[in-house]
């Protein structure tokens, strides 16, 4: 049998077979974060026929001071829940499941658009975009943390099937566990384990009140692919930490070097971070990366690569993609 074809079954998140939407921002919400008609429409046409297994929503705020870039999507406030619910049912009545990513900008957000100075662990230029944040306070960190406890129960009563917390592409989570953005010396600084505590922190009020039994994916940049900063070393000490806090799947991807890296283009470049996550964790990791044709697809979930595949830009350009793969798999 096809291996992407095979269901997931050693999981919360039980999949009907390996195919996945990884999140991508569209800019296509409200001016103000809600749930557009063409985010609607987007969905659905993605999630046709339920081909993809799972759909990863793209990343959406928590807290407008944490916002990346206009007409992003909200899930900062309770008023947002009746539209999200909507999104949700949507993607269930064409067959895929649907699990929401939460993200804080910090030092990646734009005075432009939040009307805010940027924040961020230390007052230290953040590599992708130069801005240099307002160090973040203990208090100020603490009220972080409750954000995401209220986001997330917010994805659980609009009916999704999980909850993803975005620590990668240079944004907030993955500014804390990089050396290159921490240079903290309370707790939530200092040694790996110290620059992780705020991210356990998370999935600790994450899990107390979504409930045992519901997904908490967490989205690593495990790499910044820059001199000081994130290894893939450092990346296996976190994943063992994260599955061991409650985390029921990693999504493996870039830190500061975002979604791509430099000089590589094959299908699935980030699939050496991913199997070596993969060697030190018993829950599924997630590999995104260039991957645009079944045959690599196959061959990455064959050689132990990955448990989870992740097809972005070509679902993106063509939504009969996932169809075309699955119908030539069987």
Known sequence: MSYLLKPLENCKLKLNNRLVMPPMATSKSEQDGKVSKDILDYYDEKSMGGYISLI????????????ASERQLSVADDSMVEELTKLASIIHKNGSKAVMQMNHAGSAASKSVTGLDPVGPSSIANPCTSNVPKELTKEEIKDIILEFKDAARRVKEAGFDGVEIHSAHGYLLNQFFSPLTNKRTDEYGGDLFGRIKIHLDIIKVVRDVVGDDFPILLRLGATDNMEGGITIEDSRI??????KAGVDLLDISGGFCRYSLPGNTSQGYFSPLSQAIKEVVS????????????????????SGKADLIGVARAIYKDSKW??????SLK
């Open 56 to 67: 990863i929503i793209e990343h959406s705020f928590i807290t407008s001071k944490g916002k």
């Open 283 to 302: 829950i599924p990791v997630l590999l995104t990366g260039g991957i645009t044709e079944v045959s690599a697809a196959e061959k990455l979930l064959s």
């Open 238 to 243: 976190a994943a063992v930490a994260f599955e």
């Open 322 to 327: 996932a169809k075309e793969a699955i119908k």
